[in-house]
């Protein structure tokens, strides 16, 4: 007979109502692909009130996360709460008991994701994130398994729509503000937004790209970001003249003494990939030592996208718990190296004289730098 995997949902909001949901209504497909039983044991949340997927059993929610992960049944939890405060404390409690780790929490990842790997690392616990970048886009398992043979060079892409939203929407003639308020009604970006334009967001992602790219312990705090807060609609304007645009580029590089890594609102050229992004779509520019250069294109966020690529991690874990193998899904937990440096990346980029205050972005210029380092 074959086992039953206890599943503990923590979070039955944007993405963890889709999750719910499609773990009940795709169970038969989602069996069949893992090659494992699973249940869903209980799902955490703050409200008992609020209305919920009606194909779930109401008797599944509860308030008490912690009650989830302390339960001997489940030995999966999907991290969908969000933040770094409630949701720190439930991963690292879960990882500690040997319980398996789907999360798509970048926050938390980005800040304390060296940590919680090694915690991992050293239960035999699986930990892993795609969800967390670039919502759909399979950048976690491009960068930390398709290409874990390889050798990544740089990163570079535009990872944060409510960004990118707000730059259009300017291009349209609107100003910042009015493309802020219609990008909230649209649903890109959050009621509190300060993350998002202030480029935190996206760096928290870089952070996780380039652990995973150069296996290094990289974290949010040590990129350089600036937001998208003093564009005005004068600059993309002047910018469109000149036939480009600003996007909220986010980069990173790999040198002999450490990364270069930065986020910042840069003059794109019309016709190249980042600028045409729109809404929540991200884009993605991949350097590969033997791969060469790859590109990645897709929906960054929403429920039922990021949902996608949550399933898509627990599917892995399930069936490496089916094969019983001995280190089980770990996708990235392993301890990464700490000491490095990490450098600012646009600081070399070219200036035009019309807007100076922007980096022209010219992925040859990276990559050109990033030979002269390595070979210096
Ligand atoms: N939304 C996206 O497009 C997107 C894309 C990529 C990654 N993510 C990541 O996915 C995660 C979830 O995002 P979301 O947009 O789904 O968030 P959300 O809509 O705010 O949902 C959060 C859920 O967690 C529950 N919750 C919060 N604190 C809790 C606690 N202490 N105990 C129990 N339940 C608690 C909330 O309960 P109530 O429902 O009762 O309030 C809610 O159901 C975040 O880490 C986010 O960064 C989201």
Redesign the pocket.
Same mark, same amino acid.
């Given at each position: 007979m074959k086992m039953t995997v206890g599943v503990g949902l923590?979070?039955?909001?944007? *993405? %963890?109502a889709n999750v719910a949901d499609r773990l009940h209504r795709e169970r038969e497909v989602i069996e069949r692909r893992s090659g494992v039983r699973y249940e869903v044991r209980a799902v955490?949340?703050?409200?008992l009130a609020?209305a919920r997927p009606e194909s779930l059993d109401r008797r599944l929610f509860t308030?008490d996360?912690r009650a989830i992960v302390d339960d001997p049944n489940v030995d999966l939890v999907i991290e969908? *709460? %969000?933040g770094t405060t409630?949701?720190a404390e439930l991963v690292e409690r879960a990882l500690d008991r040997a319980r398996h780790v789907v999360t798509?929490?970048?926050?938390l990842l980005a800040t304390q994701g060296p940590r919680l790997m090694a915690l991992a690392a050293s239960r035999g616990s699986a930990l892993r994130f795609e969800?967390?970048v670039a919502?759909a886009i399979p950048v976690v398992r491009t960068l930390g398994e398709a290409l874990a043979g390889d050798e990544i060079l740089s990163v570079a892409g535009v990872i944060n729509g409510t960004c990118t939203s707000i730059l259009s929407a300017m291009e349209q003639g609107s100003t910042f503000a009015d493309a802020l308020a219609r990008a909230q009604q649209l649903g890109y970006a959050e009621a509190d937004p300060s993350n998002d334009v202030s480029g935190t967001d996206a760096a928290h992602k870089l952070a996780l790209v380039a652990q995973l790219a150069f296996d290094l312990g990289v974290i949010s705090p040590r990129i350089a970001r600036t937001g998208i807060v003093r564009v005005t609609q004068r600059d993309v304007a002047r910018a469109r003249m000149l036939g480009l645009r600003i996007r909220l580029v986010a980069a990173t590089l790999r040198t002999s003494e450490g990364i270069l890594a930065e986020v910042a609102p840069a003059l794109v050229r019309e016709g190249h990939d980042f600028a045409a992004t729109s809404g929540a779509e991200n884009v993605l520019h991949v350097r590969a030592r033997d791969a060469g250069a790859l590109v990645l294109r897709g929906a960054g966020?929403?429920?039922p996208a990021?949902a996608s690529a949550v399933l898509g991690d627990v599917v892995t874990v399930l069936r490496t718990l089916a094969d019983r193998r001995d280190l089980p899904a770990r996708g990235r937990a392993h301890a990464l190296a700490p000491a490095f440096a990490v450098g600012p990346f646009f600081e070399g980029n070219a200036r035009m004289a019309e807007l100076p205050e922007y980096p022209v972005w010219e992925e040859s210029a990276g990559i050109v730098r990033g030979r002269a380092l390595v070979k210096a």
């Open positions: 923590l979070g039955c909001g944007t *993405v %963890g955490a949340i703050r409200d609020k308030r996360a969908l *709460v %969000g409630d949701a798509a929490n970048k926050d969800g967390a919502g966020a929403g429920g990021t």
